[in-house]
């Protein structure tokens, strides 16, 4: 049998669970290697997913804090899904994926982990990167660390 490493899943097990809304709490904090900030727009913030689906996803989320679009100005709409484009620009040059699956899920039932805060999940997709892992040994396969992945695409973030 082979073994799967994640060190940093240990954080999230048997780390506290905090209150409040997490994307409100990273953009207020000051700390963005460790929260894994790329980029701080106008009205946006673009985060790596500490927990994620595929090496390079992406968290985007307006600053202001609502559950759905209607909580939104025009602007901040605007600013939000130029942000996702220029993510995907970025993530291209970086990681060369050979698509994306680009979205969000409103509300519980769609499958939202954080409801209270609207977000898009931008996951860089490879042909061949789905294997029989999650569905036989429910584990997913990141070939690279989170570390390394954000060293990449803060470079390229810083030009944004």
């Known amino acids: 049998m082979e073994l799967l490493w994640a060190p940093w899943r240990v954080e999230y097990i048997l780390g506290e669970k905090s209150e409040g809304c997490l994307f409100c709490k990273k953009t207020e904090e000051k700390w963005d290697r460790d929260n894994l900030i790329l980029h701080r727009a106008e009205r946006t913030l673009v985060m790596m997913n500490r927990y994620p689906y595929n090496n390079g996803h992406l968290l985007v989320s307006p600053y202001k804090h609502s559950r759905d679009l209607e909580g939104l100005d025009d602007e901040e709409i605007k600013d939000l899904l130029l942000i996702v484009s220029r993510s995907t620009t970025l993530l291209k040059k970086a990681l060369n994926p050979d698509g994306f699956n680009v979205g969000m899920n409103l509300g519980r039932i769609s ?50």
Not at 141 to 159: A, D, G, R
């Open 111 to 160: 499958g939202a982990g954080i409801e209270e805060h609207l977000h898009f999940h931008i996951v860089p997709r490879w042909s061949g990167d789905t294997n029989f892992m999650p569905v036989l040994a429910e584990a997913r396969v990141i070939p690279e660390h989170l570390e390394e992945t954000y060293q990449k695409l803060s470079k390229l973030f810083v030009n944004f």
